[in-house]
DNA sequence: ATGAAAGCGCTAACAT
DNA sequence: ATGTTAGCGCTTTCAT
């Protein structure tokens, strides 16, 4: 492998003005070519390992992913990565398996790896566990789709409650007031979030909760049809369902479908999250919208200051709105008086 | 930040016999205690840039994915991290967006951060392109999904015309010879080839090709419901369906259900590839499998050995047959004589 | 079993 | 603008 002190030799100048070279200081015009012609023909590349060795800098940041398949944070990992690129700055992605232990894990690599900073999609919500975690690395933590009430790192997520709030009134706008919500057995912070946001919308429009229309399934998928079913079974009937994430949509869709019920005639419906399989339902789905490349770039923006300060600025927290995607899936039912 | 000299400092020792303990090494068992007691005061990481810059092994494998979100990708690199792991091996995942130029800097990333070897699902498929391509590169590269002749580095794939062949087979012989087939617009390896399983497997029962029965699907989802709806306008339509991958499986369900016709009374239906939403499906449908598990752990034996040997020994290809997952997809039809 | 010291490839301070 | 050099934190050889 070739090292700088090759280039050097190769080029007869010095490995200082090499560096300077790769780093874009100032190097007479007349050398450039020569430099990188001897680069070219050694196919070198800078070793990042000594130059992280060197400055203390490794111009990669960590990302924790509960999956890989997880929607959100491939999202968000991909954004991240764009918007880290014009930094020069690159993503090591460290699968936690949705497991505490895994986020451990993960740490400590990204710890041995010395990494600049991390961002995280933390599965647990005790916040105190979280803070007294962190303390013990020293990069800041960026938080996504959860916060800790700024204790633990600086955080960006959404409006869980009032994107579901403002679902679930759209939905009553509509006319409804038979309104199931599907939402995940665990009792994280968005889907409580979202399920506080459909339970305050229904009490301020004056509508009972009715304990039968809470479906909850799990994320394996094994419940979600016969769950789904049972919203049927009864003489009471929702007439609309309103789905708190990606997964809950997609397969309250496939469901309804399987069953024969048609969107919007037979059942309303209010989704959450876009990707690429709405691209196919029809009638598209009426659905909230995390703004991932916003989330994305915040959440980079705030690593990269982070990074450069290294103060223990006060952690700040950036709370964005989600946005509203008409769909044809809410049909409208008169109003009885 | 605590290095090994802090530790020599705290523990009375010196930085060679720490640096042993934590490479396992022979060291006194009254002096364990004692240094695992200042890495834990001191929450002590190893530097993997320095250990990198020193042993030239840095541990860490780089994969390069066309999107987060590719099914086979992320299933693969889940897999692969897993057996790494024991290996004290991590992933770096890149994503090329899906085009070469993305790939290329992936490869030159990695070739900075002096990974010990690449996994990669490349989208192209010119063999002389990557073989000059990865010849500029020293470490190893096992590529997956596709091979290149065993020219361009070691591969792990199936053999997907033998798997579109079994599956269009079991369709025949439930008696069905109106079988279309849903594919990708793109003339990439696995599309083809299990197209040309397809076509074998109609060849070779006696059934001539129907060009209407060959719908291509651009994989952004755009057309999906409009080329599988016209499947259905002529007075000579399909009894069957073969779906070549994960996501022509999904949406071909999710079109065929939102246009009420029910699998299998209505329509038959063989896809390609399990992942979480058919958990959901019902009938579940019948299904080639791939054996990610198998896949991921060939491939990071191969490059476990590469790694080692570092010899240049002759490219190997490991090819893996599908598993058919029995479901309830497909009707019989009585046979006309 | 432990220690002293060289050196991996780079950057940056300083000298020219 | 270019060159010389120390040193980042680790492993490893060679002594002890």
Chains 1, 2 share one sequence.
Do not use: C
């Amino acid at each position: 492998m070739a090292t700088i002190k090759d280039l050097a030799k190769l080029t007869g100048l010095s490995v200082a003005t090499i560096s300077k070279f790769m780093n874009g200081g100032n190097v007479l015009e007349k050398n450039r070519p020569i430099i990188q012609q001897a680069i070219e023909a050694t196919n070198y590349t800078i070793n990042e390992h000594a130059r992280a060795l060197k400055t203390n800098l490794s111009r990669t940041v960590g990302f924790i992913t509960p999956k890989f398949s997880d929607v959100y944070a491939s999202q968000l990992a991909s954004e991240a990565a764009v918007y880290l690129r014009e930094y020069k700055y690159s993503l090591f992605v460290y699968e936690s398996l949705n497991s505490l232990e895994g986020e451990v894990e993960a740490l400590d690599f990204f710890a041995s790896k010395k990494v600049d900073a991390v961002m995280a999609a933390f599965i647990g919500d005790d916040k105190r566990y979280y803070q007294q975690l962190l303390s013990k690395y020293r990069f800041p933590v960026i938080l996504f789709d959860k916060t800790f009430d700024n204790v633990a790192g600086d955080s960006v997520t959404i409006n869980n409650l009032k994107a579901a709030y403002t679902a679930v009134s759209k939905l009553i706008e509509y006319g409804h007031r038979d309104i199931a919500i599907v939402r995940g057995k665990e009792a994280h912070f968005t889907n409580n979030q979202r399920y506080l946001g459909y339970r305050q919308a229904l009490a301020d429009h004056g509508i009972p909760l009715h304990e039968d229309f809470v479906v909850e399934v799990d994320y394996s998928g094994i419940d979600v049809y016969e769950n789904i079913t049972r919203l049927f079974v009864n003489s009471h009937k929702p007439t609309a369902i309103f789905t708190v994430n990606y997964f809950t949509t997609v397969s309250t869709i496939m469901v309804l479908n399987q069953l024969d019920y048609s969107i919007p005639e037979d059942i309303s419906l209010f989704g959450f999250d876009n990707y690429d399989l709405f691209k196919i339902v029809k009638p598209k789905p009426w659905l909230m919208v995390q703004p991932m490349k916003a989330i994305a770039q915040e959440g980079v923006r705030m690593l990269l200051e982070r990074i450069k300060d290294h103060q223990h600025a006060p952690y700040r927290s950036v709370v964005l709105e989600s946005e509203m995607y008409v769909g044809g899936s809410i049909k409208r039912i008169p109003q009885v008086e």
